[in-house]
């Protein structure tokens, strides 16, 4: 029972091999009272069985079963698993072994299995006399484990580096992780700090590393707001842009990230015309081919915010896409909320909110798993663009508490956009309006801010306040004509069309459509459709106003953009048209959580599969498996593919998350 609970792999023939070294003959097998079964796999009963079993046996048990198993092991085969074999047999330290177990943690990093990367190197610091080695090691299991979301057990790692001798390079790669985790767990600005103080003390070292943590630094207080951290005041982003400012030149050709700090300092700097072009080729550089898994998993945060602030819905789709991927795939849970909560947001603008809930639901897995601190700013998006005003309500309020106690100032820019996005849509300008100019306010540049004069110039349009509007579109063209992408230019021509009478209101309107036609922000068309149509319904022009607001309605319907389609519903009703009033009927829609289940075991995913990528139990899996069966009223995998693939399935099933 011992030699098979300490093989987590259930290979029969290494366990075999491994018993037959020990003395134990096949027919032990039987007197395991059905604990145990041996055959294509080696399984246990229960999994509390295979841990009473091993926790149940003393040190020196475990260390010769291990040393069996890693005898067993063919090191021209499986020499990671050998190695690890033979780091659990040793009972001391060992060089020979730890030199084993750091090659075996380059080839996981290789392969992108992060939290093995980070055991292998836990455990070749633990058999390292050498103090050196031993702090190096310490180290750089420090930075795998923050990469694997074990934030704790980093900087536990990070004492034992620091104890021993440490020269000034580590001392400033040391400094960097202490900022890295300090911004991921929202330990207060200490983040910027720590990162400044790295980016400095790398500065004659690495240039190259100093350049990427001043741009850590840089996006601690640009874009702060991934996690609830520290009053990111325009005075502080533009003294850390300074100092990001004077780093080292990049070596030629530029990398993503050099054009990504050149970019943002210029932007930071001398304005959003100045840095655009930069930050463009950024953007395009990191949508190529040849960036690596762990660069990507690095500055995709960024770089799908980037997308998003230059009004790129395009490059927002493919990096925020391929930043999930490659968390995913590497087990990187300390970024995977920041992929997350990115890809979030590109789906609720496009309308799939079914989708962004089922995210949120995985976002909150990883994060109540690792400790980390995420505010629910995704959601909030959501449930105010639904219109749910009772639920968005109390989220803002309780999110404005959070992040008044924290100081966190682009959170609250954030929560005065969701509110005037709310009220927009529910038709209550004046609330809208307060809400919007409080958002636009933000002194130094943010993509909510964006938004938020967005909200301002419909809100204030709306309520009479034509000068208001005016200015807010002054502000806002700045950014949308220096991006020059069907999205800033449909949005751009959208709300000038607020502005504007007759002929030219028309045109207008009908640029922003085509334009955001064209895009994959269609929240954004259908909003248009919607102004369109009230301003045609205004002009005495009924007919026409009804296409836009049947097309408009539609959207939000199928959106569940509840106010919003009430809005449309009204006009259409002014029009001479009875349109019908739809809710959202609940009781037999799948869950968030259930949908992303059911997508994953369509495709063909077992219940361990998903469960390891959506960082739940199989337990859990196949209780929500087992409710969207009921609920969809199939009986299969084949079944259940056959539902969420039909063209016609019901509204509110998975289907439309798909």
């Not at 750091?102 to 992060?114: D, I, M, T, W």
């Not at 109540?368 to 700013?377: D, M, Q």
């Amino acid at each position: 029972l011992l030699v098979a609970a300490a093989e987590p792999v259930g290979d029969p023939v290494l366990v075999w091999r491994a018993a037959g070294r020990l003395g134990i003959g096949v027919h032990a097998a039987a007197d395991t009272d059905g604990l145990l079964t041996i055959g294509t796999r080696v399984t246990f009963r229960h999994p509390l069985v295979r841990s009473s079993v091993y926790r149940a046996a003393s040190l020196e048990e475990r260390q010769t079963v291990h040393r069996a198993l890693a005898d067993a092991t063919d090191p021209e085969v499986d020499p990671d698993r050998r190695a690890w074999h033979l780091a659990q047999a040793t009972p001391g330290p060992d060089e020979d072994v730890a030199s084993e177990l750091e090659r075996s943690a380059g080839r996981a990093q290789a392969r992108g299995g992060l939290a093995a990367a980070a055991a292998f190197l836990e455990r070749a610091s633990a058999l390292t006399l050498d103090p050196s080695r031993r702090a190096r090691r310490a180290l750089a299991a420090a930075q795998a484990k923050h990469h694997a979301g074990a934030f704790d057990a980093a900087l536990g790692l990070l004492a034992i580096a620091e104890s021993g001798p440490l020269d000034e390079l580590q001392r400033g790669q040391v400094d960097l992780l202490r900022g890295q985790i300090a911004f991921t767990l929202s330990h207060g600005s200490d983040a910027s700090r720590l990162l400044l103080k790295a980016a400095r003390r790398l500065e004659p070292l690495d240039a190259r590393l100093a350049r990427e943590t001043y741009l850590d630094a840089l996006a601690a207080v640009f874009f702060p707001s991934f996690f609830p951290s520290f009053l990111a005041s325009g005075e502080s982003v533009l003294e850390t842009a300074r100092a990001a400012g004077g780093a080292p030149p990049a070596s030629q050709p530029a990398r993503a990230s050099d054009l990504l700090l050149d970019g943002l300092v210029l932007l930071i700097t001398d304005g959003y015309a100045a840095g655009t072009p930069t930050l463009r080729r950024a953007v395009n550089a990191f949508r190529a081919d040849e960036i690596s898994g762990g660069e990507g998993r690095r500055w995709l945060p960024l770089a799908s915010r980037v997308a998003a602030f230059l009004w790129d819905d395009e490059a927002w789709d493919v990096l925020s896409a391929r930043f999930v991927q490659l968390a995913r795939d590497a087990g990187a849970l300390s970024v995977l909320p920041l992929a997350l909560t990115a890809r979030a947001g590109l789906e609720v603008f496009a309308g799939e909110f079914d989708t962004a809930s089922s995210l949120h639901e995985e976002l909150m897995a990883v994060t109540e798993a690792t400790g980390a601190s995420v505010p629910p700013y995704a959601a909030l998006t959501r449930l105010t663009f639904q219109g749910r005003e009772a639920d968005a309500v109390q989220l803002i309020e309780a999110a404005t508490r959070e992040v008044v106690r924290r100081g966190e100032g682009q959170g609250l820019t954030l929560l005065h956009w969701v509110t005037a996005a709310l009220y927009n849509g529910l038709g209550r300008y004046e609330e809208a309006l307060a809400a919007a100019q409080q958002a636009a306010e933000d002194t130094h540049a943010s993509w909510w801010r964006n938004w938020g004069l967005v909200e301002l110039i419909e809100a204030a349009a709306r309520s009479g306040e034509a000068e208001v509007a005016l200015d807010a579109l002054g502000r806002l063209s700045q950014t949308t004509a220096s991006s020059g992408t069907d999205w800033a230019l449909g949005i751009e021509a959208r709300s000038r069309a607020l502005l504007s009478e007759g002929e030219a209101a028309e045109t207008l309107y009908r640029e922003a459509v085509e334009r955001l036609e064209r895009t994959r922000v269609r929240v954004e068309l259908a909003r248009a459709h919607l102004l369109y149509g009230e301003w045609l319904r205004r002009e005495r022009r009924r007919v026409d106003a009804r296409e836009q607001l049947r097309t408009a309605h539609d959207l939000f319907s199928q959106f569940g953009m509840e106010a919003f389609a009430e809005r449309a519903r009204v006009e259409l009703e002014a029009t001479g048209e009875h349109a019908r009033k739809r809710t959202v009927e609940t009781r037999d829609e799948l869950t968030p959580q259930e949908a992303q289940i059911s997508r994953l075991a369509a495709d063909g995913a077992t219940n361990q599969e998903v469960a390891a990528q959506l960082f739940i139990s199989p337990s859990t899996v196949d209780y929500h498996l087992r409710k969207a069966y009921r609920k969809l009223g199939v009986k299969s995998r084949h079944q259940l593919k056959q539902q969420l693939i039909r063209p016609n399935a019901p509204a509110g099933t998975a289907a439309r998350g798909d």
